[in-house]
């Protein structure tokens, strides 16, 4: 009798592992600080940009026949630096692109990959730009706090802060449009969960939220108090802090703003550039992004910084 081909006397035809010809990739969030930057021009050298700015005129009770009293305007400047220089770099040997199954795969990642890197460290930048605040303080402008503490159940956001972030706007003479908060996920939470927001019946404007949930992709359906809302997992985390007598260690700084207002600005002093070069020497094929930049906050008045507990979620 002959013998089949069978699974008992094919095993050096077997193959134990098999590999996919597609690698898997991470999953990214969404980048989107950016464009709340007003990005400089005209600024073709060295690494400091002065602003000059001017004050208000003041009017005053004029009697006939008095001389007209004439005041000189306040004037300042606003000093810019360009302060990141960043490099994001891969190699590869000769040996690994000979041997590789996946090297021309993992050599087209390399660029994409590091423009990603400094891309998120620029986003991380700009959300951590409420560290230009004064840190704990309120940072009052024209009595309105700032910078506080979310009076919510175990500090997390309530409407109420929503509210008085709006106040806090309005009465610094910031523009109505292009009102933005970006908050981190838990605060989204709170807010797609929030009574006021999910009782239909007593909060007929509310029903898109309850009916499609409060978020698409990053950007909220639905405006709250005159603001688009995002999500952002990138948000600072306080590393020490008391503010409002609370010990805001490893709370959130929830961003509330006007886009229009410019709160936020930055330069490019080199955008990221691509290089590439074979090394002789180490007998490899190496790939660098650099780029060179600066971001700061330019308009503190439109900026509000609510804080909270993540934890409490």
């Known amino acids: 009798m002959t013998a089949s081909m069978n699974t008992g006397n094919t095993a050096f035809l077997n193959r134990d592992v098999v590999y996919s010809a597609q690698l898997k990739e991470i999953l990214e969030d969404e980048l989107l600080a950016m464009r709340y930057v007003n990005w400089l021009s005209g600024f073709p050298d060295g690494d400091t940009f002065t602003i000059p700015s001017i004050g208000k005129a003041v009017a005053y009770d004029y009697q006939e026949g008095d001389a007209v009293q004439y005041r000189a305007l306040d004037t300042g400047e606003f000093n810019f630096q360009i302060t990141e220089y960043l490099a994001s770099g891969h190699s590869i040997s000769k040996k690994a692109m000979q041997d590789l199954f996946y090297a021309e795969q993992l050599m087209s990642k390399f660029v994409p990959e590091q423009e990603r890197a400094i891309l998120e460290r620029l986003e991380s930048d700009i959300l951590g730009l409420q560290s230009q605040q004064t840190a704990a303080a309120t940072n009052s402008i024209n009595g309105r706090k700032h910078r506080y503490v979310a009076t919510g159940t175990n500090d997390v956001l309530a409407l ?127 790939f660098v992004t650099t780029c060179r930049y600066g971001v700061d906050l330019y308009r503190p008045e439109s900026l509000v910084v609510v804080m909270t507990d993540p934890t409490a979620v």
Not at 233 to 249: F, G, K, M, P, Q
Not at 258 to 283: C, L, T
């Open 160 to 286: 109420a802060d929503v509210a008085y972030a709006n106040l806090a706007l309005n009465v610094a003479n910031v523009p109505a449009t292009g009102r933005v908060a970006i908050v981190g996920p838990e605060t989204a939470y709170t807010l797609e969960t929030l009574s006021n927001l999910v009782s239909v019946s007593n909060n007929p404007m509310w029903e898109g939220i309850v009916s499609t949930g409060i978020a698409t992709g990053m950007k909220f359906i639905k405006n709250v108090y005159g603001f688009d809302v995002y999500m952002s997992n990138r948000l600072d985390t306080i590393s020490s802090e008391t503010l409002e007598t609370v010990d805001i260690s490893g709370y959130n700084a929830n961003l509330f703003f006007s886009a229009d207002a410019e709160p936020f600005v930055g330069a490019w002093r080199q955008m990221p550039m691509v290089e590439q070069k074979w090394d002789m020497d180490f007998q490899e094929m190496r």
